[in-house]
Structures are given as structure tokens and as C-alpha cells.
């Protein structure tokens, strides 16, 4: 069966994966930067931009409705408007608020920040088109979101799943958590099969029965420093005491940024990392220094030499936003099957 998209939120993320599947995708997304870097690397060009614009997808070709609504207000790394909000947007799918685009609309005064309640337009679409398959993605935190999205699909005649994901288990170099709904009309669904094991920065030679989690080196290979032959053999991605620093024998931490894209560096020792001591600015390059934009989206699990278009601030967090390729083709295999 050939499968047709409708991809809110869509970055390009799930458009990597779903070109791999030859799959067909409407994408919606308003930042011009996204449709520049999706018609840069072969993928179809934004549909419409506005997803509260819901008049557009009539018309469309779609069997599958997938969004990742923006995850800012509800990230553990934000302000953390959206989690303070949870309640009220709870209450907004019991009260059936989600049947309404201007009721939505006008909720996102009352939860403290427009993004929230972006949250809720994934359920008006479901309610007005009822796509025979749905995914949804967020950060954790949204986890409760989606398991109250749960009954109204249910009454719907879907078959649903929520958790949440870990994405080095499906072969991302990288320890990122995402909460996940899957929804089917057509077939049970369930948590995607796991093809690496988990990842435990307490004891990191622990496995769980299946193959080794990819590492760093799995990915990127070994660098050295130049003139001395010495291994990179740490990543650290901020200057804060808290900032996980990992050797290149594991994942990366999750990737998170934003203006202070540059502060990632690559270090040969430990101590270096710890006093926050970086390569000589000479050393910059390719292979030791400054933690790189290909680097990045290598770890994200996107092809080598990806690539993105805007600034140097904007091209990174399109990375950062974006659902890791692999971990996308392995969910969209699930609720497929």
C-alpha cells in the first residue's frame, strides 16, 4: 500500500525518513528556512505554512496525519510555560475544545505563550479528517497530552499507544527521549521494536540483549588533533556544570541549541573539559575544536553533507527540532505495519 502524508510541524525530520520509504508528504511548516533546507536536499516543498489554516489540507491526499507541535514551552530547557499550562490544556480536550480552530486560537491567551496550544491542533485535525493513521511527537513533558488524547481517538475507532521513546535504540548515536502517540484504524499498534539497547550513563557497557547503542565514534569515526596525534576523545555541549560530557565511545546527550550554538566542543582529555579549556582557536577545523553543523546532524542521524539552509543560529536548532531520521522511520514502520 502506497501511504500519503499530511506532516504538521513538518521541519524535515520525517521527511528524510519518509523519502527513504517512498512515501509521498504534505508538508506544513512556517519557517522559510525549513521549506529552503527540505527543496535543497530533494524533499517536496511546503504545502501551506499556518497549520491553524486548517481550510488548506481540504482536498489533500492523505491516510496518515503526523505533527510534532513545538516543544519550547513544555522543554525541561525552556521557561516552561506550556508545563506549568498542562492542566488547562488537559482540560481543553475534555471539554471538547479541540472541535473548534477559533476556540483553540483564542485559548492560546490564557495559556501564556501562542505555542502551547499548538499542542491541541494535531486532535481538530484528527476530529475533522480522521486520517486512518496518526503520529504524534513531543518532548516528555507532553506525555500526559497525549494519553489524554487517548480515549477521544479510542471513541473514534482508533487503536492507540503512547510512551515514550528513547532514540539510541533505534540506532541514533545519540540519547534523546521523546513522547510518542501512535494511532491506527485498521490494526493494533504498539511500542516500535527496539533494534539497539538502551543506553544507562551509570554503567555504559551495560546492554540489554540487543546490539550495542551506535557511539559517537560509530558515526563521526576517531579525530586527532593535528600536529599531535593525540585522540579527541570528549564531547562536552555547554558551559554549565550540568552539561554532560561523554567520550566518544557513547551517544552524545541530547542536542539542544540556540544561540549558544558554538559553545559544543570537542576535548582531548577530561581535566581539559572540566576547567572548560577548548582547542587553541587554530585548531578549529574539521576534525578537532568547535563541535560542527554536519557533526550534528550526523548525530541526529541525518545523511553526511545534509544540508541546511539559514543562518548559522537557525540551521542549527533545525537540527536541534527536528525528529532524528531513524527513530522516525522506525516508528512510521509500527504504525504501518
Known amino acids: ?23 509521498r508528504e504534505h508538508a506544513v511548516d512556517n519557517m522559510p528556512e525549513v521549506n529552503a533546507t527540505r527543496v535543497a536536499n530533494g524533499l517536496s516543498a511546503v504545502t501551506y505554512e499556518d497549520v491553524w489554516d486548517v481550510d488548506k489540507a481540504e482536498g489533500l491526499e492523505f491516510d496518515t496525519l503526523i505533527a510534532s507541535p513545538p516543544c519550547q514551552t513544555f522543554s525541561l530547557a525552556g521557561r516552561g510555560s506550556g508545563r506549568a499550562a498542562l492542566d488547562q490544556v488537559i482540560a481543553l480536550i475534555d471539554v471538547r475544545a479541540y472541535k473548534s480552530v477559533d476556540q483553540l486560537r483564542q485559548a492560546t491567551e490564557s495559556l501564556g505563550d501562542d505555542r502551547t496550544a499548538l499542542v491541541l491542533a494535531p486532535l481538530h485535525y484528527i476530529h475533522r479528517f480522521e486520517p486512518t493513521y496518526v503520529v504524534l511527537e513531543q518532548v516528555p513533558t507532553v506525555l500526559p497530552v497525549w494519553e489524554a488524547y487517548k480515549p477521544v481517538l479510542e471513541a473514534m475507532g482508533y487503536n492507540v499507544w503512547t510512551g515514550v521513546l528513547r532514540a539510541e535504540q533505534y540506532g541514533v548515536a545519540q540519547t534523546r527521549k521523546r513522547a510518542i502517540l501512535l494511532a491506527s484504524k485498521v490494526s493494533a499498534v504498539a511500542k516500535p521494536e527496539a533494534t539497539h539497547s538502551a543506553y544507562d550513563n551509570r ?3 551495560k546492554l540489554d540483549g540487543k546490539q550495542s547503542w551506535a557511539s559517537i565514534a560509530d558515526v563521526l569515526g576517531f579525530h586527532t588533533v593535528p600536529n599531535t596525534g593525540e585522540p579527541v576523545r570528549y564531547l562536552k555541549l555547554g558551559k554549565q556544570k550540568n552539561q554532560s560530557l561523554r567520550t566518544v565511545l557513547e551517544p552524545a546527550p541530547t542536542l539542544a541549541f540556540g544561540n549558544n550554538y558554538g559553545t559544543p566542543r570537542w576535548f582531548a582529555t577530561e581535566s581539559d573539559a572540566a ?20 557533526e550534528a546532524a550526523q548525530l541526529q542521524s541525518y545523511p553526511k553533507g545534509f544540508e541546511f539552509k539559514g543562518t548559522a543560529v537557525v540551521r542549527f536548532k533545525q537540527v536541534a527540532n527536528s525528529v532524528p531520521p531513524l527513530m522516525a522511520e522506525a516508528i512510521l514502520k509500527e504504525v504501518w505495519k
Open 1 to 23: 500500500m502506497t501511504h500519503k502524508v499530511l506532516d504538521l510541524f513538518s521541519g524535515h525530520g520525517w521527511g528524510v525518513a519518509l523519502k527513504k520509504l517512498g512515501v
Open 203 to 205: 554503567n555504559p557497557r
Open 275 to 294: 576547567a572548560w579549556v577548548p582547542f587553541p582557536e587554530e585548531w578549529v577545523s574539521e576534525v578537532a575544536g568547535r563541535f560542527t553543523l554536519d
